[in-house]
């Protein structure tokens, strides 16, 4: 593939992710993501609470619970109850990683990480690098939504 057509396949996908936040309940941040393998769609997730648990990502001072998953842990977790695998795929995420996630990425056996909101803390995708993963910051328009 050449670099134009994987730059507009990622910033296409990206925008897709940005719209899967969208079913996040959560208040403070809204994150989406997508897991691509072979040009499918093989996972998706989106931050919030388990499975059963009330559609609530807050407590009462407004602090994210403790137990609310990442989109990257719930679209990981989503490839685990099903019969894909992420070995080899390529992990598309709203915001950079946080050291946690990075961590099941790696695991995961996710080879290509693209982003577009950079976090305040850098460590997890350091630790992507560190581990091989290619790591792409895109820029998404704005002004398409
Ligand atoms: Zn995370």
Known sequence: MTEDKQRLLDERYMRMAKIWAENSYCIRRKVGALIV???????????????GFENVCEDENNETK??????EANAITKVAC???SSMGATMYVTTSPCIECAKLIIQAGIKRVVYSQKYRRTDGASLLVRAGIEVCYIEIDETEE
């Open 82 to 84: 099903s019969h894909n």
């Open 66 to 71: 403790p137990y609310v998953l990442h989109a």
């Open 37 to 51: 393998k072979d040009k499918m769609i093989i996972s998706d997730g989106y931050n919030g609470t388990p499975s």
